[in-house]
């Protein structure tokens, strides 16, 4: 951050950009950084262990008994149901799991070269 603001005030001094100019681009790379900051937070900020090992463990428990309470009003059928619903269940978990960390380089996560090449080409009509 501290070289593009130093960029910035030497393109003006330089005569490149006008003052007015510098100050909405100063604007945009205070916004910027407060954008960043909060990204890395995110990044930063895992999930506690305590939070996913209890739902892992509430899952198995809950879809271990579910069977009891189906059992008298949907016979056999109870299987299938409860294999659903775990299915269902598990899912949420992994999904979960899997957005945790949006910035990696999985087929699911942020598409973070084409968003950095998008605000390049922004940046570039801005100073032209």
């Given at each position: 951050?501290?070289?593009?603001?130093?960029?910035?005030?030497?393109l003006?001094r330089?005569?490149v950009i006008?003052?007015?100019?510098l100050?909405?681009?100063?604007k945009?790379?205070?916004?910027?950084?407060?954008i960043?900051g909060?990204?890395e937070?995110?990044?930063?900020?895992?999930?506690p262990y305590?939070?996913?090992s209890?739902?892992k463990k509430?899952?198995?428990?809950?879809?271990v008994?579910?069977p009891?309470?189906?059992a008298?009003?949907l016979?056999?059928?109870?299987?299938p149901?409860t294999m659903f619903i775990f299915?269902?269940?598990a899912?949420?978990?992994?999904?979960?799991?899997?957005i945790?960390?949006?910035?990696g380089?999985?087929?699911?996560?942020?598409p973070m070269?084409r968003?950095?090449?998008?605000i390049?080409g922004?940046v570039?009509e801005?100073?032209e």
């Amino acid at each position: 951050m501290q070289l593009m603001t130093e960029r910035t005030y030497r393109l003006q001094r330089e005569g490149v950009i006008t003052g007015e100019q510098l100050l909405t681009l100063d604007k945009e790379l205070v916004q910027f950084l407060e954008i960043c900051g909060a990204c890395e937070r995110i990044k930063n900020t895992p999930i506690p262990y305590s939070y996913s090992s209890f739902i892992k463990k509430f899952i198995v428990i809950y879809v271990v008994t579910l069977p009891f309470g189906f059992a008298f009003t949907l016979g056999y059928l109870a299987i299938p149901v409860t294999m659903f619903i775990f299915f269902v269940l598990a899912s949420l978990e992994l999904i979960a799991e899997s957005i945790e960390d949006p910035f990696g380089t999985d087929s699911n996560d942020l598409p973070m070269d084409r968003l950095a090449s998008m605000i390049m080409g922004n940046v570039e009509e801005i100073l032209e």
